[in-house]
């Protein structure tokens, strides 16, 4: 009797496993993309969520934004906004929710320059081939004892449609740097078609193009360019200081940008904040505050983990901004939205 009751105990037992593992299995799936700027935060928030299955491609703002509206992502992480030209919902189908912010970083492979100082003016010159080597006056007149060779600068850029193209570019033509306009596509930005340098797709693209061109430069965000060894450029700020990117910094500078009603954050990069890393930007989710979607819930959800949990955990270490006052309060209330 006592084995019989033990085979029933067991059998009950393996059933009820049987019963429950489904619950756990069954969760919903979010499919999503975008900005490759931000790929490092949305990927580990996205690791970290157990409520749903969250995939996640870096790939570009403008790809994010295509998909979108294409119905293959959820949501799409984007650093710009929908462009003129392009196909996007009715102002009242969509919001822009502020999630994270973060430093552009001037990154360089350059073995003799252990450290380097830059301005927009040089930066600009530099990449629209203006100034052509290490030594070049300009740089050398910031870098004063430094020993800078005559060798060649190879520029690396976003040759995709880039939310990063268009807040460097924001950022340089805001600062009044001669030769700019603010574009997402680097041929508009820098008005010329066969721009200087190499064009890569995506972060990390820019980064693998560093590290295999000795006397090269290019801007990515601070934790591609840190997981790369990539040293970084201190920039001169507005206030007249010269700052290294990082976390801290550049969440100083973003503190003092106002945010509008629809979550936009209007960048002001020529404004004096001490101690600021005036080259920052912004990562939004574009997400669907219309009709009722199929994951509407499951979107609200993670990005609610997101906002409220991963991005405050995880933002500082990976080199990201955990947005604050508010841009914080905005985005928390624009999440409530999703549908």
Do not use: H
């Given at each position: 009797?006592?084995?019989?009751?033990?085979?029933?105990?067991?059998?009950?037992?393996?059933?009820s496993a049987l019963i429950a593992a489904p619950a756990h299995?069954?969760?919903?799936?979010?499919?999503?993309?975008?900005?490759?700027?931000?790929?490092?935060?949305?990927?580990?928030?996205?690791?970290?969520?157990?409520?749903?299955?969250?995939?996640?491609?870096g790939s570009s703002s403008g790809t994010g934004r295509t998909?979108?509206?294409?119905?293959?992502?959820?949501?799409?992480?984007?650093?710009?906004?929908?462009?003129?030209?392009?196909?996007?919902?009715a102002a009242s189908d969509f919001r822009y929710i502020p999630?994270?912010?973060?430093?552009?970083?001037?990154?360089?492979?350059?073995?003799?320059?252990?450290?380097?100082?830059?301005?927009?003016?040089?930066?600009?010159?530099?990449?629209?081939?203006?100034?052509?080597?290490?030594?070049?006056?300009?740089?050398?007149?910031?870098?004063?004892?430094?020993?800078?060779?005559?060798?060649?600068?190879?520029?690396?850029?976003?040759?995709?449609?880039?939310?990063?193209?268009?807040?460097?570019?924001?950022?340089?033509?805001?600062?009044?740097?001669?030769?700019?306009?603010?574009?997402?596509?680097?041929?508009?930005?820098?008005?010329?078609?066969?721009?200087?340098?190499?064009?890569?797709?995506?972060?990390?693209?820019?980064?693998?193009?560093?590290?295999?061109?000795?006397?090269?430069?290019?801007?990515?965000?601070?934790?591609?360019?840190?997981?790369?060894?990539?040293?970084?450029?201190?920039?001169?700020?507005?206030?007249?200081?010269?700052?290294?990117?990082?976390?801290?910094?550049?969440?100083?500078?973003?503190?003092?940008?106002?945010?509008?009603?629809?979550?936009?954050?209007?960048?002001?990069?020529?404004?004096?904040?001490?101690?600021?890393?005036?080259?920052?930007?912004?990562?939004?989710?574009?997400?669907?505050?219309?009709?009722?979607?199929?994951?509407?819930?499951?979107?609200?959800?993670?990005?609610?983990?997101?906002?409220?949990?991963?991005?405050?955990?995880?933002?500082?270490?990976?080199?990201?901004?955990?947005?604050?006052?508010?841009?914080?309060?905005?985005?928390?209330?624009?999440?409530?939205?999703?549908?």
């Open positions: 009797m006592r084995k019989t009751a033990g085979i029933i105990a067991a059998v009950a037992i393996a059933a299995a069954d969760v919903p799936t979010i499919t999503a993309g975008g900005s490759s700027f931000s790929a490092g935060m949305f990927t580990t928030c996205a690791a970290n969520y157990t409520d749903a299955k969250v995939t996640y491609t998909n979108y509206m294409a119905g293959t992502f959820d949501f799409a992480g984007s650093d710009g906004a929908f462009g003129a030209t392009e196909k996007q919902p999630v994270v912010g973060g430093p552009v970083a001037i990154a360089y492979n350059l073995a003799a320059v252990p450290s380097l100082r830059l301005d927009a003016d040089t930066i600009g010159a530099i990449f629209l081939g203006k100034i052509k080597t290490w030594n070049d006056p300009a740089i050398a007149a910031l870098n004063p004892g430094a020993k800078l060779p005559a060798s060649a600068i190879t520029p690396q850029y976003r040759s995709d449609k880039s939310g990063t193209n268009g807040n460097f570019s924001g950022y340089l033509a805001k600062n009044k740097v001669a030769g700019w306009v603010q574009d997402q596509t680097w041929t508009n930005a820098t008005k010329s078609t066969t721009p200087a340098g190499t064009g890569a797709s995506g972060s990390t693209g820019v980064v693998q193009n560093l590290k295999s061109t000795v006397g090269a430069i290019g801007y990515v965000d601070l934790k591609d360019a840190v997981s790369g060894g990539l040293k970084v450029a201190a920039v001169k700020n507005a206030s007249g200081q010269f700052v290294l990117p990082s976390a801290a910094a550049a969440a100083k500078f973003l503190a003092n940008q106002p945010v509008s009603a629809n979550g936009f954050v209007t960048i002001d990069w020529a404004k004096p904040v001490p101690g600021g890393y005036n080259a920052s930007l912004i990562t939004y989710a574009v997400v669907n505050t219309g009709a009722a979607a199929k994951n509407g819930a499951a979107v609200r959800n993670f990005i609610q983990y997101t906002l409220n949990t991963c991005v405050p955990a995880n933002a500082a270490k990976l080199g990201y901004v955990a947005l604050a006052g508010g841009q914080a309060t905005k985005a928390k209330a624009l999440a409530l939205l999703i549908k």
